[in-house]
């Protein structure tokens, strides 16, 4: 955290978790302390920068992946570690769904104060009710118009 931190980065702490035995009788939550990093000091594209630190990190600390949202794209995991159960595998991208707040309920998802966000594929998500999940929704709202009028040209 003091690395980023002093990188002048956003450091959110939240319990990073997953669901091991995923759909088996014997699927439990397990989980550990991750964060969320944003990089607030340059508007748009940082030129990759942030996303680097973030995987030497992840491979520093022997992390499966790291979960990376570069500014105007869909976001992805990448795998950081050697090990052979590691997903993704090293330097390997997987291309993850749609963000989504509150009621998750894939396979990976992080807590913020107890509260659950994940991204992951969804054909209907509800309206999001809390302040943070509404901020959410404008600012995806917004990247889609985007999308719409560079399509349109």
């Known amino acids: 955290m003091a690395y980023l931190i ?12 997953y669901w091991e035995n995923f759909q088996k009788p014997t699927q439990r939550e397990v989980g550990e302390e991750s964060f969320f990093v944003a990089n607030h000091e340059i508007e748009g594209d940082d030129g990759g920068q942030l996303e680097n630190d973030l995987i030497k990190l992840g491979r520093l600390y022997d992390q499966d992946s790291i979960l990376s949202v570069p500014f105007g794209e869909k976001g992805y995991l990448y795998g950081t570690s050697k090990r052979d159960d590691g997903f993704p595998d090293y330097n390997q991208k997987v291309v993850v769904g749609k963000p989504v707040f509150g009621d998750a309920k894939g396979e990976f998802f992080s807590r913020v104060k107890g509260r659950k966000f994940a991204f992951e594929s969804a054909n209907e998500v509800g309206k999001p009710m809390t302040y943070n999940g509404k901020w959410a929704l404008t600012l995806l709202a917004k990247n889609v118009a985007e999308e719409i009028r560079e399509n349109e040209d």
């Open 6 to 17: 002093n990188k002048n980065y956003s450091v959110i702490k939240v319990k990073g978790s």
